[in-house]
């Protein structure tokens, strides 16, 4: 997970602020009718108006602002922080694009542009009063009274607000949004070269700020408009506190001198992941340039003010900026940043002299063709503690790609597994299930999850296990009718839904799946009169638009199912569904639906993964490896109650020593090399047979993920998920321990360590009574 990021202030007013450039929230219109308990009276209003409520939310646009785990990490945070009662403010950019519209045609990905401001968004308010200017460009000047940064060009910052309801407490946080406009001179100083109309016209490179989403998930693209993102969020929403601090009745000038350079007891900023990490050079020049105090004593406020969360350990991931574009667009946060790494490399070479090779690890800078700036590292100084998102990644952020940033200061490391909202993710999209368990231990479990654990003594009630089993047999019909009606397909609703939905990504290993569905699909036609326990496989997620192999994952499963789908023998007993445009309203529908989450990534490579979460939550057993949140989610529920495979984190790492030998694989087990043939042999592209080459050669040469070494087991742990399927009602009393043990991935849990342990507050489950309320 990686193009997310946030950074929380929290002021002397108990406000935090989470600073994001991607907040995914979906649709808004119901989680607030459940948040305010509205659901009742405006069914029956608008019934009344001879309304369908259901046919009403459906015409509500996504709100798309996020690429996948991270960006709804970020709204499910907001829903936490609002329901816990923290005075909490979300702070991002309103891109008038969010991410595409996926479209299938042919059986490739086609992007469409998502226009979801089309017919204007009920949610938001603008704020033009609030409208905040951000430089650009320039250059620096060092004077005697200082550096100052001039000649700048200036975009402003236009904020909207959006309301974001806590659980029925009567609390109501804000999630502001910047949106960037030209000033009114834009260009026109320079108004006889282009002319007054081109001077108009290119107000648009100011505004393209805020245009589009970048569509790549953990993927560093170092584009300059990015970068300008970046900083147009960090520079805006800077002010925006600054400003709201000055106007508190703490607002004297002798006072705000105090209060800054007391700033780390009553201020934190998270940076969540490398996105926001500009506000470390950025509150230096704040502080250096404009407050006027010493390079050390800022230094200091910035460091005990900062903290970093890393969000995934894929190196592609990381965000390595030119210092070329740098020195252009920001010139003196360069300057900033040369000097904290003078210093940074200073304390190295006293701590370890001589040591040029670790010096040249730790740099902020790396050398090479291209001279670039490492955001991570840059984070790691900047910052006084540093966390992974699951046990396991922390662990392997300490042990291995920070190993010498361990070394010099361990007690920065700290971890924070991820958290889901069991409003939207169990009250809201799995109504039934939600007033299942309400009847058994009572409402209390929504805003304290881990209540669930309750469940365990009805875990040999027959009429439980009873209720449970069938309220996934309605949502599997509601499902099945619901592709029928969009897509035209038709799906066997007694069929096992196995179902793996995220980002088309390498490391998340879709492939692995494709290879038992094509396993699976060789043995039925083998042994067609075998009582096979039925399955319909539904893959869904978007590919980068510029990542070709992921596209080529998604034409590899859409050919399959053509062939799978249509052959006589194999009957109902396989089906193979690509989910197009999968966003957060589709998993809403499909994840209350699925008997079985594949969370398969190739152990070490999941920083946390929150599908798995959401699926365990609605009463799906995961077939998983031991990465991410999946080792904590089998130690919160047992590890005989999940289907653990494959590779742990040091066989992996023990085959990195001795090599990954694909091709010894193939050469060993017969299925994989029969499945591995008729891909690359055309007989699922008998139009184009080499279609797939660069896959296979992929996965045959220089796969980074070693899918055959998992396949085996995986396929003998499928053959063990299939054989319990044919037991209803064991498979069902797996699912309640599972759901059971969801309580730890609550993010009420996750935001109040966050809370507790890093920004000193107490969260509350208090209501705040409002005016007609009698209490
Ligand atoms: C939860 C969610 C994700 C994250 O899924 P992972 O399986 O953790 O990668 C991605 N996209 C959407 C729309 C989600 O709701
Ligand atoms: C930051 O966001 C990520 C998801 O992108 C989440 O896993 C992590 O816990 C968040 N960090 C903090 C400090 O809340
Ligand atoms: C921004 O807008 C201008 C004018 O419409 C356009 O020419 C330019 O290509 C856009 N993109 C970027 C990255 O500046
Ligand atoms: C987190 O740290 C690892 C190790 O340096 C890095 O590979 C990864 O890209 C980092 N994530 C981000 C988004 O910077
Ligand atoms: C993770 O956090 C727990 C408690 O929150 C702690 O006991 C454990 O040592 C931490 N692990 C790492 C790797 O930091």
Redesign the pocket.
């Known amino acids: 997970m990686s193009f997310v990021s946030f950074l929380k202030i929290f002021l002397l007013f108990y406000r935090v602020y989470y600073l994001s450039l991607e907040f995914y929230m979906g649709r808004t219109l119901q989680n607030t009718m459940v948040n305010l308990a509205l659901e009742n009276a405006c069914d029956e209003a608008t019934y009344q108006l001879g309304l369908d409520m259901e046919e009403l939310q459906d015409i509500e646009e996504d709100a798309g602002l996020g690429n996948g785990g991270l960006g709804r990490l970020a709204a499910c945070f907001l829903d936490s922080m609002a329901s816990l009662g923290l005075a909490a403010y979300g702070y991002g950019i309103r891109y008038e694009f969010g991410i595409f519209n996926q479209k299938i045609s042919d059986g490739w990905q086609v992007e469409e542009a998502d226009d979801w401001l089309r017919y204007g968004n009920p949610w938001e308010k603008a704020r033009p009063e609030y409208m905040r200017p951000v430089h650009f460009y320039g250059r620096v000047e060092h004077t005697a009274e200082g550096v100052k940064w001039v000649d700048t060009q200036v975009v402003l910052a236009l904020p909207y607000d959006t309301p974001v309801p806590g659980y029925r407490n009567n609390i109501v946080n804000t999630m502001r949004l910047w949106s960037a406009k030209a000033p009114c001179d834009f260009n026109l100083k320079d108004f006889n070269v282009g002319g007054y109309i081109q001077a108009v016209l290119d107000r648009n490179l100011a505004e393209n700020i805020s245009r589009v989403l970048y569509p790549n998930d953990n993927f560093f693209e170092g584009k300059e408009l990015r970068l300008k993102q970046e900083y147009f969020v960090v520079a805006a929403t800077l002010q925006d506190i600054i400003r709201r601090f000055k106007a508190s009745k703490f607002g004297s000038t002798e006072f705000v001198r105090l209060d800054l350079s007391t700033l780390p007891d009553k201020v934190a900023i998270q940076l969540n992941d490398t996105h926001p990490a500009l506000a470390i050079p950025e509150l230096m020049r704040i502080l250096v340039d404009i407050e006027k105090l010493s390079w050390e004593k800022a230094w200091d406020i910035v460091v005990r003010t900062c903290a970093y969360t890393n969000h995934t350990v894929l190196p592609e991931a990381l965000e390595r900026w030119p210092v070329d574009l740098f020195q252009n667009l920001l010139p003196r946060h360069l300057e900033i940043i040369y000097e904290i790494n003078r210093r940074h490399l200073e304390r190295i070479t006293k701590l370890y002299p001589g040591d040029v090779d670790r010096m040249r690890r730790m740099s902020l800078i790396e050398e090479g063709d291209v001279k670039k700036i490492n955001m991570a590292h840059l984070c790691i100084v900047g910052s006084h503690a540093v966390n992974g998102v699951a ?1 396991i990644h ?2 392997i952020i ?1 042990n291995t790609v920070f190993k010498d940033f361990y070394d010099l200061d361990p007690e920065k ?3 924070k597994t991820n958290g889901i909202t069991p409003r939207r993710w169990l009250v809201m999209c799995n109504p039934g299930l939600a007033e299942v368990i309400a009847e058994r231990i009572g409402e209390d479990y929504i805003r304290d999850l881990d209540q669930l654990k309750k469940l365990l003594d009805f875990v040999d009630d027959d009429v439980f296990i009873q209720d449970v089993a069938k309220v996934k047999q309605e949502n599997k019909m509601k499902f099945a009718a619901y592709l029928e009606e969009h897509y035209k397909v038709k799906i066997n609703p007694r069929s096992m839904f196995d179902v793996q939905v995220k980002r088309i990504h390498e490391y998340k290993r879709q492939l692995l799946n494709c290879l038992h569905i094509i396993t699976l699909y060789n043995r039925i036609r083998k042994e067609p009169s075998k009582s096979w326990t039925p399955r319909t496989i539904m893959i869904g997620g978007k590919a980068a638009p510029g990542y070709h192999t992921a596209k080529m994952i998604i034409k590899l499963i859409t050919s399959i199912g053509d062939i799978v789908n249509n052959d006589p023998v194999v009957g109902e007993r396989l089906k193979v569904i690509f989910l197009e445009n999968y966003r957060v309203t589709l998993a809403e529908k499909v994840i209350p639906a699925a008997d079985l989450s594949e969370q398969i990534s190739t152990a070490g490579t999941e920083a946390s993964g929150t599908g798995n979460m959401k699926f365990m939550l609605n009463g799906a057993l995961t077939i998983g490896t031991m990465d991410g949140a999946n080792v904590e989610m089998a130690e919160e529920a047992g590890e005989e109650n999940l289907f653990i495979f494959g590779m742990r984190v040091d066989d992996v790492e023990a085959m990195d020593k001795k090599g990954y030998d694909a091709v010894s694989y193939y050469n060993r087990i017969p299925e994989l090399k029969q499945a591995m043939d008729q891909i690359s042999g055309g007989f699922f592209s008998p139009a184009q047979p080499d279609l797939f080459k660069d896959l296979i050669n992929m996965l045959m040469h220089h796969d980074r993920f070693k899918v055959f070494a998992d396949y085996e087991d995986y396929i003998k742990c499928q053959e063990k998920v299939s054989a319990l399927y044919k037991n209803p009602k064991e498979w069902t009393k797996m699912v309640i321990h599972n759901i059971a043990g969801c309580g730890k991935f609550s993010s009420d849990r996750t935001i109040s ?1 966050y809370a507790r342990e890093i920004w000193g507050m107490e969260p509350t489950l208090e209501k705040i009574a409002a005016p007609d309320d009698p209490r």
């Open positions: 046990r922390s662990e300490k490391f700290q971890n360590q």
